[in-house]
């Protein structure tokens, strides 16, 4: 199946659901859908499509909202970035863990750099930041600056930094 | 340690998280009912160096030096992956001759990345004399990278456009002297692993992947390939100069510790041939273009086979001259999930193969924890705990 088919399998089954699909060269697939079919769609494309394959999930901070951009592999050669997004107010979506049993680790990495919040997934715990980490800083928002990460950093380790500068 | 810490009907034995060399340095809980491991929970970030926010607020000419420390064993891997990038988003394209001395150093860097691992996979089944021969082996690799690049580790040979330095004769004829000496070593090393009890005894059967596991598992890079998945993104999503060299994807059917360690030293053999190849075809003509500094709003998805697989960056540019996101993944991340489910059942005393078995840089873990759950005691193992554990185990066993 080449990166046209593979569009217009998708475009069959899921209509307007799906837009803004572009080749940007060969073996490199971009196709955004709406946020409630993103499931659904994953699972075709793993189920129907031979996409067996989570490279990885790429979070963005876009304004009002956060983009989702799952990178999935047919054949270990053709990689579809599929995009989808959410609202940051409200940032949650389903999660694609029993789809793809590796986006255990990459959802939870969203969740701890961008707060968004997978439903349904088995153990959605901080994975790189630390356990004490506040909830409402998110590393990769733009909003959240150098300056804060680094004073949080700063707290960190029970006063450590205070004894070396003693 | 005594055997009596083991007495407990469930224990959680922690490993890690002390471990610098890696972007991902991880901790393990492994729960273990009597010997066997039943549980298996992961947990990274220990030395999270917030690459990525970093890169966002720095230009992508400095960049560059991000990607080339984002591991200290294959930053030509991650600074290929990352130039690729940036070209594509630029619209430009390396210049043949340069493609081809990215294709030399990457599998240099692959080579001594491979004969690092061979070593510590030595020294955790206790054959430190092994080790010790393939570290030493492998300091012609370093030696010919740094001949060429003017440094051991971190050459910085990659820069966007093209690559900094060239290739002359006198270097090329020093490359194809020392992969000599490299090819007669790797061709023992795979008698040897082939007939030394001492390692077929600790890597047989151990550590077992299924193909369709590893699969299932998103396993990448050697790991995938030695339980049978003929993946690569070198031969099945062409960069560089692959498109025009001619080499085997080694894969192999057992699935355990032993076809890992099977695979990566028959891997040499390739990347010898690949490095010969390249260089008897290296194209005349620069090695750089000039570039832009400042990037339209664009989007790219490069992919690299670093020598433990699938790398994948993602960039996303905005008009500016720094990115407005740049994801990385690391193959360690991709292969954590297939490396839970080899843990998993296995004997305690077969931990140590196997983490080392995905060669995750693990040399580090250095300090565990065992947790008796119903005494609620904590007691600290250290690595070498362990791995005397295990010998002691086997020496029974």
């Not at chain 2, 061709?187 to 193909?211: A, C, D, F, H």
């Not at chain 2, 400042?294 to 540019?317: D, M």
Request: some cysteine; overall charge neutral.
């Amino acid at each position: 199946m080449n990166e046209d088919e593979i569009i217009t399998s998708l475009k069959n089954r899921f209509g307007e659901r799906v837009h803004n699909s572009k080749i940007a060269k060969p073996r490199r697939v971009y196709v955004e859908v709406d946020a409630s079919i993103i499931r659904e769609a994953l699972s075709y494309m793993r189920g129907s499509l031979g996409f067996d394959h989570l490279s990885t999930i790429t979070g963005l901070d876009s304004e009002e909202r956060i983009e989702l951009i799952y990178h999935i592999v047919c054949g270990n050669s053709i990689v579809v970035s599929m995009k989808t997004n959410v609202l940051k107010t409200n940032p949650k979506i389903g999660s694609i863990s029993d789809i793809y049993v590796t986006a255990e680790l990459y959802e939870r990495e969203v969740y701890d750099l961008l707060g968004v919040r997978f439903e349904e997934h088995p153990n959605l715990s901080r994975l790189i930041l630390p356990e004490d980490w506040p909830e409402n800083l998110h590393p990769l928002r733009k909003e959240a600056t150098l300056e804060q990460i680094k004073s949080r950093l700063s707290m960190n380790g029970d006063g450590i930094n205070e004894r070396f500068n003693d | 340690m005594g055997m009596g810490l083991m007495s407990g009907s469930m224990i959680k034995v922690v490993i890690g998280p002390q471990h610098p060399a890696l972007k991902e340095p991880e901790r393990f809980i492994i729960e273990v009912e009597g010997e066997q491991v039943v549980q298996v929970t992961p947990r990274i970030g220990y030395v999270h160096r917030g690459i990525e926010k970093a890169m966002e607020n720095r230009t992508y000419i400095q960049n560059l030096y991000l990607a080339e420390r984002i591991c200290g064993i294959c930053s030509h891997a991650h600074t290929t992956c990352y130039v690729q990038a940036v070209e594509d988003l630029l619209s430009v394209e390396a210049p043949p001759r340069a493609k081809y001395i990215r294709t030399v150093i990457a599998e240099l860097e692959r080579i001594h990345s491979h004969l690092l691992w061979l070593g510590i996979l030595a020294h955790e089944v206790g054959f430190d004399t092994f080790f010790m021969y393939v570290w030493r082996d492998r300091e012609v690799i370093m030696d010919l990278l740094e001949e060429i690049s003017g440094n051991r580790v971190n050459y910085a040979m990659n820069t966007i456009g093209g690559v900094r330095r060239d290739l002359d004769q006198e270097k090329i004829s020093k490359i194809l002297k020392g992969l000599e000496v490299i090819e007669e070593k790797a061709k023992k090393y795979i008698q040897m692993i082939q007939k030394e009890p001492t390692i077929l005894k600790r890597t047989v059967g151990v550590g077992y992947l299924s193909s369709i596991d590893a699969v299932r598992y998103n396993a990448v890079g050697p790991l995938a390939r030695a339980s049978g998945v003929k993946r690569d993104v070198r031969k099945d999503d062409p960069y560089i100069a692959y498109d025009d060299i001619s080499f085997n994807i080694v894969t192999r059917d057992e699935g355990d510790c032993f076809s890992r360690m099977m695979i990566r030293a028959e891997e040499i053999l390739e990347s010898i041939n690949i490095v010969r190849e390249a260089l008897s075809k290296l194209p005349v003509g620069d090695i750089s273009v000039k570039t832009r500094l400042v990037i339209p709003p664009s989007e790219t998805v490069s992919r690299v086979e670093a020598p433990r697989g699938e790398l994948i960056h993602y960039a996303r540019s905005n008009g500016t001259d720094k990115p407005e996101r740049y994801k990385i993944r690391a193959p360690t991340l991709a292969n954590l999930k297939a490396l839970c489910k080899m843990l998993t059942g296995i004997y305690l005393a077969d931990v140590p193969v196997i983490l080392a078995g995905i060669d995750p840089c693990f040399s580090c873990m250095d300090r565990m924890q065992i947790i008796d759950c119903e005494k609620k005691e904590k007691q600290s193992w250290t690595l070498d705990d362990l791995r005397r554990y295990a010998r002691e185990w086997y020496q029974k066993h």
